[in-house]
Nanobody, 121 residues
Framework: QVQLVESGGGLVQAGGSLRLSCAASGSIFSINVMGWYRQAPGKQRELVATITSGGSTNYAGSVKGHLTISRDNAKNTVYLQMNSLKPEDTAVYYC???????????????WGQGTQVTVSS
């Protein structure tokens, strides 16, 4: 079993910054991809950014330049640095990890509980 604990959400004014964290723990042999998704009211969950174990990143076009994903492999933690926030960034942010539990075993997909980010205009 793998647990994900998210932190760092909150209320911020437009132009402000927040840093989200998501720490994975439990039965982990290795973590492949770590990522952040978000879901705004009335909308479907969408990709924000992903990062591989080697550090390769992928971003949604709408967040390029003001959201930055990073990870600390030693801590099994993924971060999302959010700068120059806009009201349209308001959403519940979910972390997602793809985990290998045993060497040579299958990969499993886990989701965090979500953290609210609200950007006021």
């Amino acid at each position: 079993q793998v647990q994900l604990v998210e932190s760092g959400g909150g209320l911020v004014q437009a132009g402000g910054s927040l840093r989200l964290s998501c720490a994975a723990s439990g039965s982990i042999f290795s973590i492949n991809v770590m990522g952040w998704y978000r879901q705004a009211p009335g909308k479907q969950r969408e990709l924000v950014a992903t990062i591989t174990s080697g550090g390769s990143t992928n971003y949604a076009g709408s967040v390029k330049g003001h959201l930055t994903i990073s990870r600390d492999n030693a801590k099994n933690t993924v971060y999302l640095q959010m700068n120059s926030l806009k009201p349209e960034d308001t959403a519940v942010y979910y972390c997602n990890v793809v985990v290998v539990v045993v060497d040579g075993g299958p990969m499993y997909n886990y989701w965090g509980q979500g953290t609210q980010v609200t950007v006021s205009s």
